[in-house]
């Protein structure tokens, strides 16, 4: 029930580990969830959370273990299988289980423009399903339709979309065509695997980097403790994700001798998430910490800044993924006259995998400020990332930004070690 609503409603794919203990260490860990089966524990997303509570069932199982040990401020699901990994706890085989949503969206990327609308014809009540058989000649072509109607309606109602009735008469339509069709002659669907959660890049990241800024050059270093940013490896499918926490930079001028705080990021979560007519999630962002801008009398200043945002994002195989955001931004800093500037803007981009060793990033970004001190801020930027290895890339960072006609131009050179 759990791995179904994982799957169907909360649409993560699952990887599946097989454990090796022995029989005497799967009969200590079954005992030990006979236990706990009356026992409450309370959930923290960030330390004590599901990925950390499995933790203590294996050390039930295997008292030298002491896995738990290893985390203290957060725990990733990801680094808790790497754990287990470097202790050789999980086989070298795994099964991946794609979910309901991942299964759809690979039906639809096997069928073109006109055969997507018939299925979901079908599933809007606009056709019948036998429909299909008079408009479209190749067989296997009508088998990818049926099912893709089948698997959608099922989508819908474990989504709470259709009623059970509607539901019950749609699906047996839709199964009652297909059943017409007989079985293919070969696999119509083998969905290919993402890399594997053990086989990325590991979450905490040093950047060491070389840069100039008009005509000015430095040296500067950044730590991220969590997780993983737009242009690192892709975890899964999901290529528009975002997830970092205390993501800090220091910067040095070495003409000047000055040591800075660029940016302290407390959270930066970014979310893009493609629409199409069968899926249409809204994209979102969330970042707050402190940041060093350029102001509107040209000087460069720490501020706190609060930024959220809410959009659309399509994808296209050509240029890739695309995205606009509505976004409002609040900055606060001793630096201005009337100590904040509250403003209302947009930012639109392109992230492109190139391949699964580069990954290019174009955005643009615009923001009035009208409330407070009031001026408008513009920023172009493109961000490149080539995978060296599995724990290191290459990241090359072009900007130009303009704050009430004081432009500014930086290009930035990082090397990344994932540890």
């Known amino acids: 029930q759990k791995i179904q609503e994982y799957?169907?409603?909360?649409?993560?794919?699952?990887?599946?580990?097989?454990?090796?203990?022995?029989?005497?260490?799967?009969?200590?860990?079954?005992?030990?969830?006979?236990?706990?089966?009356?026992?409450?524990?309370?959930?923290?997303?960030?330390?004590?959370?599901?990925?950390?509570?499995?933790?203590?069932?294996?050390?039930?199982?295997?008292?030298?273990?002491?896995?738990?040990?290893?985390?203290?401020?957060?725990?990733?699901?990801?680094?808790?299988?790497?754990?287990?990994?470097?202790?050789?706890?999980?086989?070298?085989?795994?099964a991946y289980r794609p979910s309901k949503s991942t299964k759809i969206k690979y039906k639809l990327s096997l069928l073109n423009e006109e055969s997507r609308k018939l299925a979901l014809d079908i599933v809007q009540s606009k056709i019948e399903p036998e429909h299909i058989f008079s408009v479209i000649a190749d067989k296997e072509e009508q088998m990818k339709i049926?099912?893709?109607?089948?698997?959608?309606?099922?989508?819908?109602?474990?989504?709470?979309?259709?009623?059970?009735?509607?539901?019950?008469?749609?699906?047996?339509?839709?199964?009652?065509?297909?059943?017409?069709?007989?079985?293919?002659?070969?696999?119509?669907?083998?969905?290919?695997?993402?890399?594997?959660?053990?086989?990325?890049?590991?979450?905490?990241k040093l950047s060491i980097a070389a840069g100039i800024r008009e005509g000015e050059s430095f040296v500067e270093?950044?730590?991220?403790?969590?997780?993983?940013?737009?242009?690192?490896?892709?975890?899964?499918?999901?290529?528009?994700?975002?997830?970092?926490?205390?993501?800090?930079?220091?910067?040095?001028?070495?003409?000047?001798?000055?040591?800075?705080?660029?940016?302290l990021n407390f959270i930066d979560i970014v979310s893009i998430s493609p629409r199409d007519d069968f899926f249409k999630p809204y994209s979102w962002k969330a970042n707050t910490g402190f940041v060093r801008k350029t102001l509107s009398e040209g000087e460069d200043s720490l501020v706190y800044r609060l930024n959220a945002g809410a959009g659309l994002a399509a994808y296209h195989e050509y240029p890739g993924l695309c995205y606009l955001f509505a976004e409002p931004e609040l900055n606060i800093g001793g630096a201005y006259n009337k100590g904040y500037a509250l403003g209302l803007g947009f930012s639109a981009g392109i992230l492109k995998t190139v391949n699964p060793s580069w990954k290019c990033h174009l955005s643009a970004r615009s923001i009035f400020f009208g409330l407070g001190d009031t001026y408008r801020e513009d920023m172009l930027s493109l961000s490149q990332s080539i995978r060296i290895r599995q724990n290191n890339s290459i990241t090359l960072d072009m900007s130009w930004k303009n704050t009430d006609h004081h432009a500014q131009t930086e290009a930035v050179m990082s090397w990344n070690i994932f540890f």
């Not at 994700?241 to 660029?262: C, H, M, S, V, W």
Request: hydrophobic share 35%; proline share 5%.
């Open 7 to 94: 799957s169907d409603i909360s649409q993560r794919d699952i990887w599946e580990y097989s454990l090796n203990l022995t029989r005497a260490e799967v009969r200590k860990l079954v005992l030990h969830l006979w236990e706990l089966q009356k026992i409450y524990s309370d959930y923290y997303f960030f330390d004590e959370n599901c990925s950390y509570n499995i933790l203590f069932l294996l050390e039930s199982a295997r008292p030298s273990l002491n896995l738990s040990d290893r985390f203290s401020f957060w725990v990733l699901p990801i680094d808790t299988i790497k754990a287990m990994k470097k202790e050789g706890l999980i086989a070298e085989s795994a």
């Open 221 to 263: 270093l950044g730590y991220r403790p969590v997780f993983s940013s737009l242009l690192d490896t892709d975890y899964g499918y999901n290529e528009g994700i975002q997830i970092e926490f205390g993501a800090t930079k220091l910067r040095y001028y070495p003409d000047d001798n000055d040591l800075l705080l660029q940016s």
């Open 146 to 204: 049926a099912d893709l109607a089948a698997e959608y309606i099922q989508y819908l109602y474990v989504r709470k979309k259709l009623s059970k009735e509607q539901y019950q008469s749609l699906f047996l339509k839709a199964l009652k065509a297909r059943s017409k069709l007989g079985k293919p002659e070969d696999e119509l669907y083998d969905i290919p695997e993402p890399p594997r959660p053990d086989s990325v890049h590991e979450s905490k």
